[in-house]
């Protein structure tokens, strides 16, 4: 076993996890394809600073939508999109926000984003808050991971037992590695010892062959006596 066998393990766990977890590694994109906002919070007459942002996330700034009772409708390659990113069936707690100078910002709207919200054929979902906002969202690949969460809720045995075969999995490799990392570090330890004992057999045969030398007086500088 060789240390270049640890890249090879490695790839091993990751095909074996895309293959029984592709929600793993598959981002469903979502843009921001209308908007349309009843009202603003600040007193003083000004352009609204509008924003959205998930819970733990960067803030996505809206530039283009500055009045309100008046609907914008984007293309979903503006520079600030996309406005999110669905990573599995777990949902996001989001919302639109509008900046307020002096005090916390005040909110539109607050709710849960779920793959399983986008349920129209091409990935479109509306969300509507009375006297507040009035948003179309688009994202076609949230369509299979909503499926796989309709499929997550009817088959919890199924789910669990995905579960455990993961648990087995990386355990198994985790305790792979660790079996290489030792062996390799036992070999190498027993080599350098080989040639540690080596050189001091090497030195002892050579102090005796001096030692024998001056014995018999046939040392390298007897003949100046």
């Given at each position: ?35 349309e906002i009843f009202r603003t919070h600040e007193w003083l007459p000004s352009k609204p600073t509008v924003y959205f942002q998930c819970k733990g996330e960067n803030e996505t700034f809206l530039p283009d ?20 990113e669905i990573h599995d069936i777990k949902c996001k707690r989001c919302g639109f926000y509008e900046k307020d100078i002096l005090l916390s910002d005040d909110v539109f709207d607050e709710w849960e984003v ?112």
């Amino acid at each position: 076993m060789t240390p270049r066998r640890g890249p090879r393990v490695l790839l091993l766990l990751y095909l074996v996890l895309v293959t029984l977890f592709p929600e793993l590694t598959s981002a469903a994109v979502v843009t921001l394809n209308s908007i349309e906002i009843f009202r603003t919070h600040e007193w003083l007459p000004s352009k609204p600073t509008v924003y959205f942002q998930c819970k733990g996330e960067n803030e996505t700034f809206l530039p283009d939508v500055e009045e309100k009772n008046v609907p914008y409708a984007f293309k979903g390659v503006e520079s600030w999109q996309p406005l999110m990113e669905i990573h599995d069936i777990k949902c996001k707690r989001c919302g639109f926000y509008e900046k307020d100078i002096l005090l916390s910002d005040d909110v539109f709207d607050e709710w849960e984003v779920c793959a399983s919200d986008f349920k129209s054929p091409e990935g479109k979902y509306i969300h509507f808050k009375e006297k507040e906002l009035n948003a179309t969202f688009l994202c076609p690949d949230c369509i299979s991971l909503g499926s796989a969460s309709s499929n997550h809720s009817s088959e919890p045995s199924r789910s669990h037992s995905r579960t455990h075969l993961l648990l087995i999995i990386v355990v198994s490799v985790l305790a792979f590695c660790i079996c290489i990392v030792g062996v390799v570090a036992a070999c190498k330890y027993w080599e350098k010892r080989k040639r540690q004992q080596e050189q001091a057999k090497f030195l002892k045969l050579f102090e005796e062959g001096d030692e024998l030398d001056d014995e018999l007086g046939i040392g390298p500088l007897r003949h100046m006596v």
